[in-house]
Structures are given as structure tokens and as C-alpha cells.
């Protein structure tokens, strides 16, 4: 039998997307009676990332602060901790780490190499010339991260729904990103015109 649903703090997401409901076509079986886990495929997570350059990932660190806050009862600020990526990031690999581990979770990560690769990437392709593409390969070091704390949430949220596409939310999250982009070429393009 599956376990009390956890009482969520807000009853959306960063993106907007409910946490507790969802339709029917976002997971393989029709069951609608329980939450949806923060469990993301790491598909899920490659795509968005890849699509909106990297900068997913701040979304993404968002999200997993506001759950430590609303459902572990850690007294932070998801934004601010968010904002400065550089200085809290590892702390948030370090939580989930400890949260996975007791879960059962057994592999040693070097959480902290991973992290220092993660701001290397991010330095590197804010340096002139063509190294800004390095922006796609941002986000790869985090990979096993997002897998461990899968490990967790299918540990911690047994019996939720898992999606097994892309949320409205996610897919509008791209929309903007792509629209502020393409926003931001005629912008240039018209100045320079002009």
C-alpha cells in the first residue's frame, strides 16, 4: 500500500506545473488517485538543459532547495542559495548524498570533483571565441548527480506517479527560452539595420 502523500508546501513547482494532479497522458498507466514523485528521467534533464544552454540547471537547483526547505524543514532560501550556485551548489550534492545514503543508496560519487568540473564548464564558455559551445556539455557532470537523487525520490515517494514525458510547464519553459532568443536576434539584427 502506498504511503501518506507528503503535504506540499505549494501545490506547483518553479514551472508552474501541479505537483499533486496530473493528466492521464503524462504517465504510462492511468492513475490519477496519487502525486507526482520529483523522480526526473535523466533523458528529461539532458533535453531541457540542451535546449535551453545550460540554463536549466538553475531551475533545477531551484527546485531540489525548495524541496529540502518545504519537505525536510531546512530553514534556507531556495533563491538565494540558488542565486549563488557557485558557493552553495556542492552543499546541495552533499544533502541529497546524505538523504540517498539512507535510502540505501551505496555509490560513492566524488560529488565534489564534479561540482569543481561544473563551474570549470561554466568558465570556460564565458570566454571569447568558439568555446562558448562548451555551454552544451555545462550540465554533463551533474548527470549522476540527477541519478542519485533519483535513487532517493523512488525511495522516499514509493507508490507516485512518475512522468514519463515532458511536463507543460517544462515544454513552456523552452517556449520562453526560445522565444527570448529569437526575440533578442531581430533586436540585433534591427539595430544593426538601423
Not at 538543459?49 to 525548495?66: A, D, E, L, V
Not at 551548489?89 to 566524488?110: D, H, M, T
Request: with cysteine.
Amino acid at each position: 500500500q502506498p504511503k501518506e502523500p507528503v503535504k506540499f508546501y505549494k501545490d506547483t513547482d518553479i514551472l508552474g506545473q501541479a505537483k499533486n494532479a496530473g493528466t492521464a497522458t503524462d504517465v504510462k498507466d492511468r492513475d490519477t488517485s496519487h502525486p507526482f514523485s520529483d523522480y526526473q528521467p535523466v533523458r528529461h534533464f539532458l533535453i531541457l538543459n540542451f535546449f535551453s544552454f545550460g540554463i536549466y540547471t538553475f531551475f533545477w537547483m531551484f527546485k531540489h532547495w525548495q524541496y529540502l526547505r518545504d519537505e525536510k524543514g531546512m530553514i534556507i532560501n531556495a533563491s538565494f542559495r540558488t542565486a549563488f550556485t557557485f558557493i552553495y551548489g556542492y552543499a546541495l550534492f552533499k544533502e541529497f548524498e546524505v538523504l540517498a545514503v539512507e535510502k540505501g543508496y551505496r555509490k560513492k560519487l566524488p560529488l565534489g570533483l564534479l561540482f569543481l568540473l561544473y563551474i570549470l564548464l561554466i568558465i570556460i564558455c564565458n570566454l571569447p571565441g568558439p568555446l562558448f559551445l562548451v555551454y552544451f556539455l555545462v550540465f554533463m557532470p551533474l548527470v549522476p548527480v540527477v541519478r542519485m537523487m533519483n535513487f532517493y525520490y523512488l525511495k522516499e515517494q514509493e507508490g507516485y506517479q512518475v512522468k514519463r514525458k515532458l511536463s507543460k510547464g517544462e515544454k513552456l519553459f523552452l517556449v520562453l527560452i526560445w522565444g527570448f532568443l529569437i526575440a533578442l536576434f531581430f533586436i540585433r539584427v534591427y539595430s544593426y539595420s538601423s
